[in-house]
């Protein structure tokens, strides 16, 4: 067993969570192996897909089940208000688990056009053993978001959590065991970075891995796929996503400033798809600084724990510091707080910010160019759609992007205009699992999660060649 262990901590208030141990290279190594044995066995490689959905299934009732503690593991480990724990992150990582499950007896192969004495068809197969390293700020959600489609392939999954929030992660696997998954088959490996997670990316026997996290992150997972095995990285990284208001926005009403208010504050703004950059026509700048502001001002900080709550802590003192220090910098450089900007005192030992709103800011300024995964939005006015286009691309990230507008051209010019993986209109929304999920450019290869294309992730096509003689 690993003698380094991780202190887990509550943002929220500092308060003992436990400890899990960090997992060696050499474990990683003998958890590889054994998810090959596993694989090798098809025990449940083999088994017909309706018999995997059906596990799957009763995993998925399994968290129904669980909801309230699977909630709360996720609330105290990564300090996310609890009533988005309950309300989003665990239905939505249930929801994910079925429809993969649904799915994977319906899908088909394709019949080649070579004719003549030739039958050629190709059909998919799993890659064997899997990984996925996982982010903290949806630590259940993005587990399922793997799990489902990985395990529905017939794959053996290794998952790694973030390490400050493995413990929902560890309690899927013990439902996934309780819902009759052989072992071997999901084996969850806390650890830290540089050790659990690099020898992860280093291993020789994992073909693909998925990575959800920072960029920084997602570049050296690629270099290491590159000098061991070439293994298939499929990367889910950060994002700077826009909303664009057009001039007629307003007209959404209280739709649009709540829409505004989910996409920038959700999950303390320490989600990947945040609408940190509103850009905003000209005509409507002040009206909706003034409205956005006052709707941000109201939001209630406090303890994840308490269901009152919208915006729990970030996730440690040195997020805070950064986050706080990017205000400074953007003050200094003229910047207006028009609310905001500060830490407030709700528990000790955690680190609570005020919803922050900036104008007044420079269009290459560095806040509006990186990601900084707090409740900080920055607003800057455009006068045409063309230049409201320019500002959305001119950032190194891709990930998703929301637009105001009722009027259909707008909607479709900047909806194909703006580089992102995923652009929603009239409404922020990452879609539903009926949707592919990914992002561009820095934010990742794009569309690889949710919807039939997560599949594609998880297996390698095969060209089967036939020929047959005699008529
Ligand atoms: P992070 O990159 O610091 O860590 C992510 C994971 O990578 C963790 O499990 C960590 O232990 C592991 N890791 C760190 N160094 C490693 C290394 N050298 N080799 C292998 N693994 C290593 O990211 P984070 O702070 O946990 O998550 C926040 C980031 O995730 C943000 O940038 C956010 O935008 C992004 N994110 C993206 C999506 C998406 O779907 N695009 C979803 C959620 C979060």
Known sequence: MSARVISLRSPADGTALGEVPITSEAEVREASRLAEATYRSGRWSRLAPRGRAAVLLRLADLM?????????LDCEDAGKPITECLQNDVPSSIESIRWFAEAVDKQYGRT???????????????????????????????AAWKVGPALAAGNSLILKPADATPRSVLHLADLAAEAGL?????????????????????????????????TT????????SARSNLKRVSLEMGGKSPQILMDDALAFGDDLIDGMIESAFLTSGQNCTAGSRILVHESIHDAVVE????????LRVGHPADPATRLGPVIDARSA??????????????????TGGREVGIAPGGHYLSPTVLTGIAPDAEITQQELFGPVVTIQSFR????????????????????????????????????AG????????????????GGWKQSGFGGAEKSLRAFEQWTREKSVWIRHRGA
């Not at 030739?118 to 903290?136: K, S």
């Not at 992150?217 to 290491?224: D, M």
């Open 64 to 72: 129904q089940r669980d909801l309230t503690l699977l909630a709360r």
């Open 112 to 142: 080649s056009s070579a004719g003549g004495d030739v039958l050629a068809f190709t059909e998919r197969e799993p890659f064997g053993v899997v990984a996925a390293i996982l982010p903290w700020n949806y630590p259940l959600a993005m």
């Open 182 to 214: 052989p072992d071997g088959v999901l084996q969850v490996l806390p650890g830290d970075g540089p050790t659990t997670g690099a020898a992860l990316a280093d291993d020789p026997i994992i073909g693909a891995l998925s990575f959800t996290g920072s």
């Open 217 to 224: 992150t997602g570049r050296s997972i690629l270099i290491a």
């Open 291 to 298: 409205r956005f502001a006052a709707a941000a001002a109201r």
């Open 321 to 338: 510091e950064r986050i706080l220090g990017a205000i400074d910098q953007s003050r200094r450089e003229g910047a207006t707080v028009v």
């Open 384 to 419: 045409t759609r063309a230049e409201a286009i320019e500002h959305a691309n001119d950032i190194p990230y891709g990930l998703a992007a929301s637009v105001w507008t009722t009027r259909l051209d707008d909607a479709l010019v900047l909806a194909r205009g703006v580089e």
């Open 422 to 437: 995923l652009i929603s209109v009239g409404e922020y929304s990452e879609g539903d699992l009926t949707v592919p999920f």
